[in-house]
Nanobody
Framework: QVQLVESGGGLVQAGGSLRLSCAAS????????MAWYRQAPGKERELVAA???????YYLDSVKGRFTISWNNAANTAYLQMNSLEPEDTALYYC??????????????WGQGTQVTVSS
């Protein structure tokens, strides 16, 4: 099985930067893509950024140009570099991994979440 553990969240003022890390362990070859989601109080969880094992990336429109997702396969760690943070970025951020196939897992992998709070 795969386990994902996030770190790097915290309190930062608007305009500041933060770097989130997601360490994967277990059957890491079962991961075909990594992503970051976030959920603010009273709102649905939304996809912030994603990256495939081929290097393709996706970004939520509101974070384009500010956030960068990366994946260090050798270290089994995904990152989310967040710059020019805004109060609207305040949320619980979750790391997500997609299984290669159902032999690996019938469900996606999720971390426990790390809180990001941006003050104005």
């Amino acid at each position: 099985q795969v386990q994902l553990v996030e770190s790097g969240g915290g309190l930062v003022q608007a305009g500041g930067s933060l770097r989130l890390s997601c360490a994967a362990s277990g059957d890491t070859l079962c991961i075909s893509a990594m992503a970051w989601y976030r959920q603010a109080p009273g709102k649905e969880r939304e996809l912030v950024a994603a990256i495939t094992d081929g290097g393709g990336t996706y970004y939520l429109d509101s974070v384009k140009g500010r956030f960068t997702i990366s994946w260090n396969n050798a270290a089994n760690t995904a990152y989310l570099q967040m710059n020019s943070l805004e109060p609207e970025d305040t949320a619980l951020y979750y790391c997500n991994g997609s299984p290669v196939d159902r032999a690996c897992s019938r469900e996606e992998y999720w971390g426990q979440g790390t809180q990001v709070t941006v003050s104005s």
